[in-house]
């Protein structure tokens, strides 16, 4: 680590193959980097590189300040680059993004626009934003090609346009053998030419099956080794023969209930798409007393004592207990999340100047498939709106993990429950992404919530929300570093941005002859790579 913090120089293994047989080089690591910060797809993790390098949250917001326009009015109808605009797109590229990842002899090196300490959590997490890939392969499939004038026909692809949409090839230990969509399988062997000693088991079957019944009697009989299990059904598993429950694991993850101020207007949870008792209008959740009513309909505490059966936690906002910011005694704030049914009744009568109260509403509230923990609070909370006034009607409906996604990217959910587990053990990994302008959830609750949040505040001092959130994160004392997440998080309750259901807490389902496993909060899914059977 150099110059203060602002250069990364990595020194690359030689002797590593990719699974196609490729060696593993500098220059695939450059590129790799590269080409994930050009391919930037929207509501994905490549901010947190663009956030790290250039200190913006996007590409498409670093071409803005670049050039200075948005980034969509400088192509034609067909995506090509405007004639005036073509050499300052190509120079994107040349003077930004490839200076700032370059090749040095048996080494890489990546420079930062200024510090920025979670960089190496960043990059050190198991996931895909710093996964590295083979220059030479992914051109020759398709994926960019690595040159100056063509990086933007590869932005922001389609999941389904992409080269690697279907077909992997990297370097560690298990390689994919094959992905089932109809059976929704997927099957990885072991890759006996890894770098390391290979693994102990030599094959991985991971099945995706919503229906919990089905799962419970393949891991009584054997035929799951680990198991996912909604938490409302562990006793079912607990004392159940041949099976290890592992309880009271820590986390670093929030589930939440955000609101969209501006639904996109052809989506199809909105019902008629206006407030006459029928539907409602995109900016239905832009009125704060909407907001504050679905917020106080919830119950918190009932819903973790009766349904998480004790493993979970309320929390004040979004940002977990365990760091930096955390403020237990924040949760005695009068603006807190709290369960209470008079005051609901309250704001619902206030919404849209009585329109809500006098005309009702309609709308629907989605749920991945699979996941009764969500369908419960889904459930939970139109059972208690829908007992305020028989005016409001919400429909629950479960639909694929995919669907769910998509429409929440395209913004045709009216609200969402979703969870974040963090990618980096800092605040500002929840506080930006779920209330700045250009985090991954806030980004997708509309134009009007951006607009508010970017916008200064008299409540913050003449400070925007956003503004508040970057000085937060480059503040180096940690007792100020507290105090400004602390006056974020009265500001995000005051205005009823959001409100956490709980803060989990973790455990694990697995048949005893599993062994090697331990926990690390910050990777809870399976390392098959530590993981044998003894039998």
Same mark, same amino acid.
């Given at each position: 680590?150099?110059?203060g913090g602002k250069v990364y120089k990595f020194y690359i293994r030689k002797g590593v193959k990719f699974h196609e047989g490729g060696d593993l080089t500098p220059e695939d690591v450059e590129y790799s980097f590269e080409r994930g910060l050009i391919?930037?797809?929207?509501a994905g993790p490549m901010w947190m590189l663009w956030e790290a390098l250039f200190g913006v949250d996007s590409l498409e917001t670093f071409v803005e300040k670049v050039v200075g326009k948005p980034y969509s009015e400088l192509f034609d109808e067909n995506g090509e680059p405007l004639p005036e605009y073509k050499d300052a797109l190509i120079k994107v590229y040349t003077d930004y993004i490839d200076p700032a990842i370059e090749v040095e002899g048996d080494a890489v090196v990546i420079k930062l626009v200024r510090p920025f300490a979670p960089f190496m959590n960043i990059i050190a997490q198991s996931a895909n934003w710093a996964a590295i890939l083979d220059k030479e392969w992914c051109i020759e499939v398709g994926c960019w090609d690595g040159k100056a004038d063509t990086w933007w026909k590869y932005h922001d692809i389609r999941k389904e346009e992409s080269p690697l949409y279907d077909r992997m090839n990297g370097t560690g230990p298990f390689k994919l053998v094959e992905w089932d969509r109809a059976q929704r399988k997927v099957i990885l062997e072991r890759n006996d030419n890894y770098w390391r000693e290979p693994a102990k088991i030599k094959k991985v079957i991971i099945w995706t099956i919503d229906?919990?019944?089905?799962?419970?009697?393949?891991l009584e009989q054997g035929d799951a080794d680990i198991c996912a299990v909604p938490v409302q059904y562990l006793p079912q598993v607990e004392g159940m023969e041949g099976v290890t429950v592992?309880? /009271?694991?820590?986390t670093l993850i929030v589930t939440a209930l955000h609101f969209n101020w501006n639904i996109k207007k052809d989506s199809k949870y909105i019902g008629s798409g206006k407030l006459d008792g029928n539907g409602i209008p995109p900016d239905f959740f832009s009125d704060i007393h909407v907001r504050k009513g679905f917020i106080y309909?919830? /119950?918190?505490?009932?819903?973790?004592?009766?349904?998480?059966?004790?493993l979970g936690k309320q929390v004040p906002t979004d940002l977990p207990e365990g760091l930096l910011g955390f403020n237990e005694k924040l949760l005695e704030d009068e603006n807190a999340p709290r369960f209470d049914i008079l005051k609901a009744t309250e704001e619902f009568k206030k919404a849209w100047n009585g329109e809500v109260w006098k005309k009702g509403f309609k709308m629907t509230l989605l749920y991945n498939l699979g996941n009764d923990t969500r369908r419960v609070a889904a459930e939970m909370l139109k059972a208690y709106i829908e007992m305020i006034n028989p005016k409001f009607h919400i429909e629950v409906r479960g639909v694929q993990w995919p669907t769910y996604l998509d429409a929440y990217r395209r913004g045709e959910l009216p609200a969402f429950i979703i969870g974040w587990l963090a990618d980096y053990p800092d605040p500002h990994n929840f506080i930006f992404t779920y209330y700045h302008s250009g985090g991954v959830y806030a980004g997708r609750q509309g134009e009007n919530f951006k607009k508010f949040v970017s916008t200064p505040h008299p409540d913050l001092g003449g400070k925007s929300l956003d503004e508040?959130?970057?000085?937060?994160?480059?503040?180096s004392d940690p007792a100020k570093r507290q105090a400004l997440y602390e006056e974020i998080q009265k500001f995000t309750m005051k205005y009823a941005l959001g409100a956490p259901l709980y803060q989990g807490i973790g455990f694990r389902v697995q048949r005893s002859w599993v062994k090697g496993w331990y926990y690390n909060m910050m990777r809870p899914g399976d390392d098959y790579y530590i993981l044998y059977k003894e039998e």
């Open positions: 680590i150099l110059d391919l930037d797809p929207a229906e919990w019944s089905t799962r419970k009697a393949m592992i309880k /009271d694991l820590p309909a919830m /119950d918190y505490q009932g819903f973790i004592k009766d349904v998480l059966h004790g508040l959130i970057i000085q937060a994160v480059g503040e």
